[in-house]
């Protein structure tokens, strides 16, 4: 694990995001990624697939991971030159590579929970929108509830990153 690795390890495992006042649910959108994520190694963007729109991190890798079989959608969180953690989208090709097409340059550290096509797809099908799927609030974070349990129904295996994380050294 390296510097920028740490960094952003720390600060998944320091976050103060509530677990609901009204709704109580299972673990956080931190704890989410620190149980079913991996790490992802930052590699520029391929010549051949196209820089998407600013601050639209879900729609771009959503759209690529749709539109390119061999890519897989990741969400989960990043930093830029080892900063604080933002929560993120991004695709992999496989080989534990993060592909960033909405930042300008590759982000410092990359740590997500690859997601399986069909179900980002039937996700925005029925929201009628490109939504984030650990923070889904309008539906009272499936994820971070019962249905994170559940990984067979939204996880996908091909799309690991190179290493699993892990809060032991």
């Not at 759209?63 to 695709?91: K, P, S």
């Not at 984030?132 to 939204?154: A, N, Q």
């Amino acid at each position: 694990m390296n510097e920028h690795e740490r960094n952003l390890l720390s600060q998944l495992l320091r976050s103060g995001q509530s677990r609901g006042l009204n709704r109580p649910i299972t673990r956080t959108g931190c704890e989410f990624v620190i149980e079913y994520g991996w790490w992802y190694t930052p590699t520029a963007i391929p010549c051949h697939l196209s820089p998407g729109n600013r601050r639209e991190c879900f729609k771009n890798a959503f759209d690529l991971a749709f539109e390119n079989a061999d890519l897989t959608y990741v969400e989960g969180y990043a930093t830029l030159d080892g900063g604080l953690r933002i929560h993120h989208a991004w695709v992999t090709d496989g080989q534990g590579n993060a592909i960033d097409n909405t930042w300008p340059r590759a982000g410092a550290a990359y740590a997500g929970v690859p997601f399986d096509t069909k179900y980002v797809n039937l996700n925005h099908v029925k929201n009628e929108a490109v939504i984030c799927l650990i923070d889904d609030y309008l539906h009272d974070w499936p994820l971070l509830r019962d249905l994170g349990d559940h990984p067979g129904v939204w996880l996908e295996a091909a799309g690991k990153g190179r290493k699993k994380i892990s809060t032991t050294s």
